[in-house]
């Protein structure tokens, strides 16, 4: 499988903390699962390969579908996040979450709709897609979160511990059918989690960061 | 060990609460008991015909309305200002930051007189290249700052301000010989601002701008610039991330900041005597009537004024704790 994104040597210093030398590879519709201890930078790497954290950059390379996106901006990346933190926008309901990516793109009405309809039907978000973020549930929100990112069909989707503080019942539907969705739009994807039965669920490969 | 649990018992007794709750109500006690004593005071002086007489005098109706409308006015501007410059300060880290940052807060802290006193020289008294010169100096040195500073790849700001800098020194020189005072060119265009309504605008804007830019950096603290990041890695430039995400969160801030900036320029006196003086129907507002009023020695009429001022304060107080109440944006 030929390298669809590849991070080589990358090297990242926020305040006290540091990581260097780190490299991945992730091969086109590949699902790749990081993880590790608590602290070792997984979400900073997430957030650096989304263009989030340029100032922190220090080193390395990052080459997305052969494009450098090393220094390109957040949004001209074409990556997907859905954060540890979920962010919703508060003002914003359901429905203009999941149309949010393709207005600012400039779709044509028709096909936001068409694509909005979709995302909300896969993610069983149909009932929802009038109201505020505001009262919905950890896992409706993750949901929402999750359709925000996939909206406008990355290249890359990163999943920054989407599923953490999730109750067991709810965590383990939401997982399902997010390993449905992603199957069914064959993305790569690029997931963090703690949790390995998580990762052997949803990633076709698991890389474990370790601390120096 | 047993003093190790005789020390341990003493955490689980309690000591009474009532001391500190006392201290907490003297506190409020004195200082509300201060403000309504204040206020009793005017209500006292006041009888019902001397509020008849001052309210359908025709100067000071001209005065009531000029307040409303300067005031409203100033609210605007410092809003105008006060929510992308708040923003600055709240969300970028830049060298010169904390300089700028400490400006803001100069008018609040400069003497009334003395912000009048400095719009009165800058209008009539430094002339056009000599502005154009300070500008200049002004805008290489923020050029400087913005070069070296933490802006990393972004240099089209210190290239923007260099450039600014460049116009300004062409301007000094353009103007070599060019005595014109600001007033003179701004009456020029049918735009006369000291000694003029239109100066009431500008001797109220500088603090009231410094208060609603205070409360809206405070506003723009309280939302995560998480916010942006996940907007911008939907595809939203920070300016768009700003409009559609940000700002719907700030609206309450923005009603406070109106409000904090309309309040302070009913209060405001000192640089609206200096710069747009005290003329009875043409740059009268209600804090010059109540100085006017003293100094015909009518403390009557003074403190019905002062009346007037208190009821317009309350009423606007009260407008926008309603609507803030009701929701209006988070």
Not at chain 1, 162 to 171: I, K, N, P, Q, T
Request: hydrophobic content about 50%; overall charge neutral.
């Amino acid at each position: 499988m030929s390298d669809f994104l590849r991070v080589e040597n990358l090297g990242i210093k926020v305040g006290e903390f540091s990581l260097d030398g780190f490299s991945l590879a992730v091969g086109e519709g590949e699902c790749v699962s990081l993880m590790g201890p608590s602290g070792c930078g997984k979400s900073t790497v997430v957030e650096a390969i989304c263009g989030l954290r340029g100032q922190w950059l220090r080193s390395g390379t990052m080459v997305l579908n052969g494009v450098d996106i090393t220094h390109a901006a957040a949004g001209a990346r074409g990556i997907g996040l859905v954060p540890q933190d979920v962010v919703l926008f508060p003002s914003l309901t359901v429905r203009e979450h999941l149309e949010f990516g393709p207005r600012l793109r400039g779709w044509k009405r028709g096909l936001i709709k068409e694509r909005v309809e979709n995302l909300a039907e896969g993610l069983g978000l149909e009932s929802l897609l009038g109201r505020l973020p505001e009262g919905l549930s950890g896992g409706e929100a993750r949901r929402v979160a999750l359709g925000r990112a996939m909206a406008l069909c990355p290249r890359l989707l990163c999943l920054d511990e989407a599923l953490s503080g999730l109750d067991e019942e709810r965590y383990e539907e939401v997982l399902a059918m997010m390993g449905q969705v992603m199957k069914e739009e064959k993305m790569t994807t690029l997931h963090v989690t703690h949790s390995r039965a998580e990762a052997e669920v949803l990633g076709d490969r698991i890389c474990q960061m370790v601390p120096v | 060990m047993t003093e190790v649990k005789a020390e341990t018992e003493k955490i689980w007794k309690q000591r009474p609460e009532w001391p500190f709750l006392l201290f907490l109500l003297f506190v409020a006690v004195s200082y509300v008991g201060l403000v309504l004593l204040m206020l009793g005071a005017n209500v006292l002086t006041v009888s019902w015909a001397e509020l008849g007489r001052v309210l359908k005098d025709s100067a000071i109706q001209d005065s009531i309305r000029l307040t409303v409308v300067s005031c409203t006015a100033t609210a605007i501007l410092s809003v105008f200002v006060a929510v992308p410059l708040g923003y600055l300060l709240s969300r970028y880290q830049f060298r010169g930051r904390a300089f700028l940052d400490s400006l803001v807060d100069v008018p609040v802290l400069l003497p009334p007189l003395v912000v009048g006193l400095s719009l009165l020289i800058l209008f009539n008294r430094v002339s056009l290249s000599e502005g154009c010169g300070v500008l200049a100096f002004g805008f290489f040195v923020a050029a400087g700052f913005a070069f070296f500073g933490t802006v990393g790849r972004r240099r089209i700001i210190p290239f923007t301000l260099a450039l600014l800098g460049v116009f300004m020194a062409a301007g000094v020189i353009m103007l070599g010989g060019e005595a014109s005072r600001l007033e003179e060119v701004l009456g020029g265009v049918g735009l006369p601002m000291t000694f003029h309504p239109l100066g009431v605008v500008l001797a109220q804007f500088p603090v009231a701008a410094a208060f609603a830019i205070r409360t809206m950096k405070t506003s723009y603290d309280q939302v995560s610039p998480r916010y942006e990041e996940v907007a911008m890695s939907l595809g939203c430039q920070r300016g768009q991330a700003f409009k559609m995400v940000v700002l719907p969160q700030v609206g309450r801030g923005v009603v406070a900041a109106g409000t904090m900036a309309w309040a302070r320029a009913l209060g405001e006196f000192g640089p609206i005597l200096i710069f747009a003086g005290a003329t009875r129907g043409r740059t009268e507002v209600l804090s010059t009537s109540v100085f006017l009023e003293i100094n015909l020695g009518n403390l009557a009429g003074a403190a019905a004024l002062s009346l007037v001022m208190i009821f317009m304060a309350v009423l606007i107080l009260l407008l926008v704790r309603g609507f803030l109440s009701k929701g209006g944006s988070e």
